[in-house]
């Protein structure tokens, strides 16, 4: 393979940028812009061709095995300046033995040379792209090998059942002393449960890697601009005594105790003759229906909604004019808003909490394939029907899509999808 570089860090002044030199030539290359490459790390003057001075910079040398890539790799830690930076990158540019990497190229190369596997991939774009504490947090668990750590698991356990089994086949004209099938049947049931409990949890685990919606919904005049900018800290909705005044949605997206939420402002909700405020209110249906949670604004003593969701959250508005009991806002006065946060993220904490380790529509495809064979292997376990063999193939199908998992098999179609997601320099 080439022996590849790239501006590491993200373009821009700083006060450190890392230019990295991954490959088997990543030595011999970085020597030419230095006196000596150290062992591990030092500092060392960086010279042109012609011998003028570049930047002083602190280099890390990385064996092959025990660096990020698996090659290897040499890191230029220079002064952040653009002009720094660029001047390094023409001369490596112009090196023979160097070539610019490619938008995850490093990362690429670490699957490919088993530093990492692909769950371990997607964690670490998930980190690269995490904005809030709940999101790091999931994408470290993933960037740390969980997931791969339980495939390990359920393959070590699916290779047992099929070893078992696979005796009765090789011993089929003599007498097999121990009927397998109970302790099979124990081995795939228990699989079979862990894989419905992950593959349940994907769902939630992709909205809380792009974001939970939140719509904000009730009758024109309640108050759910007013309550949008309060939450926002910021004017970013009309507001006016004009009823349907809002007659799009606007979005805000923020921080909620770690959860990143889209609040969304719809259109009042009434019947209307009014050509454009009526595509307001089917868009503000539309969204609101597909929101993963809503915030149901009333004003006074009107009872809730009988079409609520559960988990819905029903408030009763401009509490500064207009009692009531339960939850009450002002979002002209603040009152309530500090209590209806801890509740929207108090709903949304609890469907974080049914989460697990697989977060992405491929890894819920997966564990469903798995699953479809693991029951066809169950319905066939019955080794005096002579199934033996076929309940043997379903459980090595299952094994496969497990493997599918952490990227050992049938993943390439999805490789150049998931690597384009990273920038250049990782």
């Excluded at 660029?86 to 690429?108: I, K």
């Excluded at 890697?209 to 024109?220: L, N, Q, S, Y």
């Excluded at 929101?291 to 508005?317: C, E, K, N, T, W």
Aim: glycine share 10%; net charge negative; proline share 2%.
């Amino acid at each position: 393979m080439d022996t590849v570089f790239a501006l590491a860090t993200a373009r821009g002044r700083a006060g450190v940028a890392v230019i990295r030199i991954s490959g088997d030539k990543s030595v011999s290359a970085a020597a030419r812009l230095m006196k000596d490459v150290p062992e591990t790390r030092g500092v060392r003057a960086l010279m042109d061709r012609d011998g003028t001075l570049l930047d002083e910079a602190l280099i890390l040398r990385f064996p092959a095995g025990k660096s990020f890539t698996g090659e290897d790799v040499v890191e230029l830690h220079l002064h952040g300046s653009p002009a720094v930076v660029a001047a390094v990158l023409r001369c490596l540019g112009n090196d023979a033995d160097l070539a610019p990497a490619e938008a995850g190229e490093f990362t690429r190369r670490a699957l490919e040379n088993g530093r990492l596997d692909l769950a371990q991939v997607e964690g670490l774009a998930d980190l690269i792209d995490a904005e809030t504490e709940s999101q790091r947090k999931q994408a470290v668990r993933v960037l740390s090998g969980a997931l791969g750590v339980m495939a390990e698991s359920w393959r070590a356990r699916l290779i047992r059942a099929a070893a078992l089994l696979e005796a009765t086949i090789d011993f089929a004209d003599e007498e097999v002393p121990v009927d397998v099938s109970p302790e099979v049947t124990e081995l795939i049931t228990g699989v079979i449960a862990e894989m419905h409990k992950e593959a349940e949890g994907v769902g939630v685990a992709e909205r809380l890697r792009d974001g939970f919606e939140v719509a904000i919904i009730g009758e024109p005049n309640v108050g759910k601009s007013t309550l949008l900018n309060r939450l926002a800290g910021r004017e970013v909705a009309i507001t006016s005594e004009i009823a349907g005044t809002t007659r799009d949605v606007i979005e805000v997206r923020m921080d909620l105790d770690g959860i990143p939420v889209t609040l969304l402002d719809t259109a009042g909700l009434r019947d209307t003759d009014d050509l454009v405020e009526g595509i307001g209110v089917a868009r503000a249906k539309e969204r609101a229906a597909q929101a993963d949670l809503r915030v149901h604004m009333m004003v006074g003593d009107i009872v809730p909604p009988q079409d609520m969701d559960a988990g819905d959250i029903y408030v009763r508005a401009k509490s500064d004019i207009a009692g009531g009991d339960g939850l009450t806002v002002s979002g002209v006065t603040g009152d309530g808003i500090e209590e209806l946060i801890k509740v929207i993220s108090s709903v949304l904490q609890d469907r974080v909490a049914s989460i697990g380790t697989a977060m992405r529509e491929r890894h819920r495809l997966a564990l469903v394939r798995a699953v479809e064979y693991l029951n066809l292997a169950l319905a066939g376990l019955d080794v005096h029907a002579g199934m033996t063999d076929l309940t043997a193939e379903e459980l090595r199908s299952a094994m496969r899509a497990v493997d599918s998992l952490v990227g050992r098999v049938d993943v390439e179609h999805v490789l150049d999808e998931i690597f384009a997601s990273f920038c250049i320099g990782k």
